[in-house]
Each structure stands twice: as structure tokens, then as C-alpha cells.
């Protein structure tokens, strides 16, 4: 297993395009984790999934936002309408539900994919 | 939600240990500390946590006060490769699973 995948790498758009993000986790973790990093912050959570269920959503994700993990593997971020706000890069993350030790609920972070908005 | 703070920045001779406080004064007694770093360009990555007692492994040691309101993050033989921001958490309880709320970490540049 080579770890979380996220695609692409860098995308540049324009103002007022939709966009969608690919990430892969590792194939046995079913948590799936959404977050947004800008310039000279830490990340900002977004969104989690278990399974394909998405349990949980920040306020930080407005009606521009959608994610799904439709079969609980691979998810999607799409974002409609971009704006420059939106310029950041996005993380995704998965874990085990596991039953021993916190470790087991550590994240495994992507490298992410960074979207320009021009 | 538990929040963290570090300075914003550190430097660090090469082969000397980094020390990286972080304080967490509002921390719930279940709420666990943990430590990330990231370097330029990509994820973040996981290095160390623990609860109360002090934690070592094979990259780093963690050592947490008694009344749990900071801790110390300890790179013993810093090397240039160990530059990154590193991050400080407090995870909290969510639906299901646990959320990491990051602060703004801080960078840690190892100097030649």
C-alpha cells in the first residue's frame, strides 16, 4: 500500500469554475478525513466519512462544497461556482477504527492537492 | 474545543536536541496530545502522542507536565532533514471518531 493518494497535485482555475478531488486512502482504513490549509496556517477541518456515511460537517464547508465517498473507498471534493477564497491546499486523511491504542486513530495525511483560483 | 499554542518559530544547531513546547491549558482529562510535522509541500506526519505519562519512540520524545497543561517535544539529534512546521494537538471526540484541531505550529529550521 502506498499510503493516501490525492489527485491532482496542483490545479489552477478560474474564478466561477467548479472543481473535484480525488482522494484514495489506504484500502483498510474506513474514516476519510477533508481539510483545507492556507497560506501559513495549520489545517482546518472540513468533513469525515465512515464508511460511505458522512458524519460530520464544519461550518467552514458551505453550499459550494460537496464531498462523497459513494462505496466507502475513493472520495470526492467538488467545489461549485470557485472563488479566490477558495485558494488553498486540500488535505485528505484516513484512519482505523481501531481497538487498541490511540495510534490506531492517527491520521494518515495525503500530500494534498493545491488549487489556485485566478 | 482544547486549544494549543507554540511559538511561532525556533531555530536549531544540527546534531543538537530541539526542544518544542506547546501549552494546553484547557485540556479535558481524556483528551489526548499529539505532535505532527510537515514539511514543505506535503502532508502532514504523524511523529508521537500521548495522555499523561511521558512517550519516546524511535523519532522523538514527548514529555507531558503533571497537571497535563503543556508538554515538550524533544528531537534529540536534530538533523537538516528535521526541518518542518511542527504541529501540536489536542484531539477531541467527535461523532464516531476523533478530530485534530491544529494551531499554527511552529517552524523549526535546523541550522548547518
Known amino acids: 500500500d502506498t499510503g493516501v493518494s490525492q489527485n491532482p497535485r496542483h490545479k489552477i482555475t478560474k474564478r466561477g469554475q467548479n472543481v473535484t478531488f480525488r482522494c484514495d486512502p489506504i484500502?483498510?482504513?474506513?474514516?476519510l478525513y477533508w481539510y483545507r490549509q492556507t497560506l501559513g496556517q495549520g489545517p482546518e477541518f472540513l468533513t469525515y466519512?465512515?464508511?460511505?456515511?458522512?458524519?460530520?460537517k464544519s461550518r467552514l464547508l458551505s453550499d459550494r462544497f460537496s464531498a462523497e465517498r459513494p462505496k466507502g473507498s475513493f472520495s470526492t471534493l467538488e467545489i461549485q461556482r470557485t472563488e479566490q477564497g477558495d485558494s488553498a491546499m486540500y488535505l485528505c486523511?484516513?484512519?482505523?477504527?481501531?481497538?487498541?491504542?490511540?495510534?490506531?486513530?492517527?491520521?494518515?495525511f495525503g500530500s494534498g492537492t493545491r488549487l489556485t483560483v485566478v | 474545543d482544547a486549544k494549543t499554542t507554540q511559538p511561532t518559530s525556533m531555530d536549531c544547531a544540527e546534531g543538537r536536541a530541539a526542544n518544542l513546547p506547546c501549552n494546553h491549558s484547557t485540556i479535558s482529562g481524556n483528551e489526548y496530545v499529539y505532535w505532527y510535522r510537515q514539511i514543505h509541500s506535503q502532508g502532514p506526519q504523524y511523529i508521537i502522542h500521548g495522555l499523561k505519562n511521558n512517550e519516546t519512540n524511535e523519532m522523538a520524545s514527548l514529555i507531558i507536565t503533571e497537571d497535563r497543561k503543556s508538554s515538550t517535544l524533544i528531537l534529540p539529534h536534530a538533523t537538516l532533514r528535521d526541518t518542518a512546521v511542527y504541529y501540536c494537538i489536542v484531539r477531541v471526540a467527535q461523532t464516531g471518531t476523533y478530530k485534530y484541531i491544529f494551531g499554527t505550529g511552529t517552524r523549526l529550521k535546523v541550522l548547518a
Open positions: 486523511a484516513s484512519s482505523s477504527s481501531g481497538t487498541g491504542g490511540a495510534k490506531l486513530d492517527g491520521y494518515t
Open positions: 466519512f465512515q464508511n460511505e456515511a458522512q458524519l460530520e
Open positions: 484500502s483498510e482504513h474506513n474514516r
